[in-house]
């Protein structure tokens, strides 16, 4: 079971999504700078990479069928946009969190289920089929569930 468990971490850390992160953090404490002919570049490429990126999932989205997933996108898509944000904001409140702060984290919490959730369906090729239909059906459905969660924070505050 530890090496499963060590495994798993391992992957994890090493997975292209959070090492790259973990390393700019590592390096912006640093207090290093790159040389402007290597940056500059650098800046182009990091400022391309999030467009072709969501035109890549957006190919993916059209060529997945949601017929077959719609039962668990929807329950995955409604516990995402509507329940995580509730749960969120009873924790934060809980906490003594108020105001701004309580809302930006029960608005950023009832955002539609992301990338990040796509590129780990597809490096460990599971439910693959589910979270690329509830990654479609719950930015359909942030349509309204965002400006509800939005209007009833405007209103609670």
């Not at 850390?13 to 040389?35: E, K, V």
């Not at 509507?82 to 003594?96: E, K, T």
Request: proline fraction near 6%.
């Amino acid at each position: 079971m530890l090496a499963t468990a060590w495994s798993a971490f391992k992957g994890a850390l090493i997975h292209p999504i959070p090492l790259p992160i973990l390393c700019g953090l590592l390096f912006a404490q640093s207090g290093l700078t790159l040389p402007t002919v290597v940056d500059r570049p650098l800046q182009l490429l990091g400022s391309a990479f999030g467009p072709i990126a969501l035109v890549l999932v957006g190919v993916t989205l059209a060529r997945t069928p949601m017929a077959g997933h719609l039962r668990q996108a929807l329950w995955v898509s409604v516990s995402k946009n509507l329940v995580l944000p509730l749960l969120v904001g009873l924790c934060a409140w809980g906490m003594g969190i108020t105001g701004m702060p309580l809302t930006v984290m029960v608005v950023a919490a009832a955002l539609p289920v992301g990338a990040n959730v796509f590129l780990f369906a597809q490096r460990y090729e599971v439910a693959q089929e589910v979270t690329t239909a509830a990654m479609g059906l719950s930015t359909v459905l942030a349509l309204f569930t965002l400006s509800l969660v939005m209007t009833t924070m405007a209103w609670l505050n």
